[in-house]
């Protein structure tokens, strides 16, 4: 199974909701991505996990809520969302190789959120 | 890591080769160049990547100069299928999970019937 998958596909959510984002790989990875994609630009780095810690955020505000609770699985929790959060979010998964040696990413198809 | 530059757009026949260049000046002795593509409305998707010497895989080959300032990607028979945005990204290749890919704009090749 070489796959990232991501639940749900699409959602629209109220300023005032709350929601989840769902990622789930079982390649064995152990380090997984929240990046975040407005329309007509590049994918942005959101948080890093590596082996269920949370290594990496990049300054994201605290409205958004990542979890890694085990190896496979890796949520975003959303509340309080503004109507310029919406976007495709997309997760990734990589092995984690000490030293040299170049870890591909592996995305999933993304969710793409409506914020109104 | 280092900053790449890119055509902002591309054409291609089908079934010819479409050769990508990419453009990192600045980039350092222990920086990976990482090829990704980005089909509409689909995740991104790991093509290719090298150090020093030229790679090839079943997808493409990276060209990558002796002084390793630009790089080059070519798919060899481009087919309809490859209309998609291509990432070019210099980094280090960390350890333990400190993997932070930074995209740039890409370049946005079309492939023409």
Known sequence: DTEVTQTPKHLVMGMTNK????????????AMYWYKQKAKKPPELMFVYSYE???????????F??????????????HALQPEDSALYLCASSQVRGGQGANEQFFGPGTRLTVL | DAKTTQPTSM???????????????????????????????QGPQYIIHGLKNNETNEMASL?????????????????????A???????????????????GTGTRLTIIP
């Open chain 1, 19 to 30: 929601k989840s984002l769902k990622c789930e790989q079982h390649m064995g990875h152990r």
């Open chain 1, 53 to 63: 810690k949370l290594s990496i955020n990049e300054s994201v505000p605290s409205r």
């Open chain 1, 65 to 78: 809520s990542p979890e890694c609770p085990n190896s496979s699985l890796l949520n975003l929790h959303l």
């Open chain 2, 11 to 41: 054409d291609c026949a089908e079934g010819r080769a479409a050769n990508l260049p990419c453009n990192h000046s600045t980039i350092s002795g222990n920086e990976y160049v990482y090829w990704y593509r980005q089909i509409h409305s």
């Open chain 2, 63 to 83: 060209i990558i100069t002796e002084d390793r300032k630009s790089s080059t990607l070519i798919l060899p028979h481009a087919t309809l299928r490859d209309t």
């Open chain 2, 85 to 103: 945005v291509y990432y070019c990204i210099v980094r280090v290749a960390r350890s333990f999970g400190n993997e932070k890919l930074t995209f």
